[in-house]
């Protein structure tokens, strides 16, 4: 049983440009998280994604957006890239209804340079 | 100042200790709390979750919930070098999305 999955590993990017990160949740998960952890932190909510809809959204600027898709895989857009967005970015997935069954994958190491 | 704080470490012990890892926290609309497990350039892995305050066992590895005092723990017995890794305590309170607030994470180094 596959469980999440992301994609690409790593990427390296400039400053001011734009990135879109993917996610494949594990099967039978409909809700997407997605985590921002920076070196030596611990992961930070970004947003949260379910039937296609953001339900939930942490304090980070708009630059953050995305989407979930009818198989509930998801995206996470960045716009505007800065160097302080040089992070390990996470995705959870888990069941609706089941609190604390997040299942995370093992990230995209996002490089801005 | 942080919902979550953690001692960031690094910890480190021999083999076959015990480890006591612990987290403070401020908002006492925390009812879920986890505890997660992260190998270097992986994502976290939940070994352990507690609803509400008490102790909970699994194996070598025991959480316990003070919500009178805003304190968490998790204890490794008999530790083992496999378990060195990154320690991470997570909450949730109960809202549309459950979303998890974590703590910074302790290092923890287990030596033969």
């Known amino acids: 049983d596959a469980g999440v999955t992301q994609s690409p590993t790593h990427l390296i990017k400039t400053r001011g440009q734009q990135v879109t990160l993917r996610c494949s949740p594990k099967s039978g998960h409909d809700t997407v998280s997605w985590y921002q952890q920076a070196l030596g932190q611990g992961p930070q909510f970004i947003f949260q994604y379910y039937e296609e809809e953001e339900r939930q959204r942490g304090n980070f600027p708009d630059r953050f957006s995305g989407h979930q898709f009818p198989n509930y895989s998801s995206e996470l857009n960045v716009n505007a890239l800065l160097l302080g967005d040089s992070a390990l970015y996470l995705c959870?997935?888990?069941?609706?209804?089941?609190?604390?069954?997040?299942?995370f994958g093992s990230g995209t190491r996002l490089t801005v340079v | 100042q942080k919902e979550v704080e953690q001692d960031p470490g690094p910890l480190s012990v021999p083999e076959g200790a015990i480890v006591s890892l612990n987290c403070t926290y401020s908002n006492s609309a925390f009812q879920y709390f986890m505890w997660y497990r992260q190998y270097s350039r992986k994502g976290p892995e939940l070994l352990m979750y507690t609803y509400s305050s008490g102790n909970k066992e699994d194996g070598r590895f025991t959480a316990q919930v003070d919500k009178s005092s805003k304190y968490i723990s998790l204890f490794i017995r008999d530790s083992q070098p496999s378990d060195s890794a990154t320690y991470l305590c997570a909450m949730i309170y109960n809202n549309a999305g459950n979303m998890l607030t974590f703590g910074g994470g302790t290092r923890l180094m287990v030596k033969p």
């Open positions: 959870a997935s888990r069941g609706d209804g089941v609190v604390y069954g997040y299942t």
